[in-house]
T-cell receptor, first 117, second 114 residues
Framework: KAGVTQTPRYLIKTRGQQVTLSCSPI?????VSWYQQTPGQGLQFLFE???????NKGNFPGRFSGRQFSNSRSEMNVSTLELGDSALYLC????????????????FGSGTRLTVV | LAKTTQPISMDSYEGQEVNITCSHN???????ITWYQQFPSQGPRFIIQ???TKVTNEVASLFIPADRKSSTLSLPRVSLSDTAVYYC???????????????FGKGTKLSVIP
């Protein structure tokens, strides 16, 4: 069974540009979430999409946005890039639970390494 | 939201049992605890999830005391391949709303020594 696929693996962008990252979840997983990982802040939750709707959002500015398509594939967009946005961006997929905690263990992709110069 | 604290690093010899404790003093009623393992250049891998008492699967056990202010991941008989960073995650669920917030610990770097 194919895992979570993230593209591209590496990206270099200039400050002020925007970037779009892509994530293909495991077949049958309709919940897709995104995370930022940096040496200083560690792993931080960005947002979660389920059935093409953003269901949960972490504490990030509006420059970070996402969307989910009808086939559960998801994209994350960061506009007006800042140097501090350099990070490993991870996508994860899961089935969704009907009751708390509303998620099972997530399966993560290998991430997209974004460098802003 | 619960704030999580875990040791920065731990060393263990091969074959020993390793216990990694995560402190989450202000955990709420609907919060669940999950542990992940991460190797360099890879995304985290799910290990185990629990709410209270003890949960065991084929790779680990998770102990959560009655007050739920901490949780302990137990890895039996570690091998060199268990050298990785281990993250504690507390997920706060908003009951009835289907929504949640996730707070990760800073991670514990486990080094297994031959």
């Amino acid at each position: 069974k194919a895992g979570v696929t993230q593209t591209p693996r590496y990206l270099i962008k200039t400050r002020g540009q925007q970037v779009t990252l892509s994530c293909s979840p495991i077949s049958g997983h309709r919940s897709v979430s995104w995370y930022q990982q940096t040496p200083g802040q560690g792993l931080q939750f960005l947002f979660e999409y389920f059935s093409e709707t953003q269901r949960n959002k972490g504490n990030f500015p509006g420059r970070f946005s996402g969307r989910q398509f009808s086939n559960s594939r998801s994209e994350m967009n960061v506009s007006t890039l800042e140097l501090g946005d350099s990070a490993l961006y991870l996508c994860a997929s899961s089935r969704r639970r009907k009751g708390p905690p509303y998620y099972y263990g997530y399966t993560f992709g290998s991430g997209t390494r974004l460098t802003v110069v | 939201l619960a704030k999580t604290t875990q040791p920065i690093s731990m060393d263990s010899y091969e074959g020993q049992e390793v216990n990694i404790t995560c402190s989450h003093n202000n955990i709420a009623t609907n919060d669940y605890i999950t542990w992940y393992q991460q190797f360099p250049s890879q995304g985290p891998r799910f290990i185990i999830q629990g709410y209270k008492t003890k949960v065991t699967n084929e790779v680990a056990s998770l102990f959560i005391p009655a007050d739920r202010k901490s949780s302990t991941l137990s890895l039996p008989r570690v091998s060199l391949s268990d050298t990785a960073v281990y993250y504690c995650l507390v997920g706060h669920s908003y009951s009835g709303a289907g929504s949640y917030q996730l707070t990760f610990g800073k991670g514990t770097k486990l080094s297994v020594i031959p």
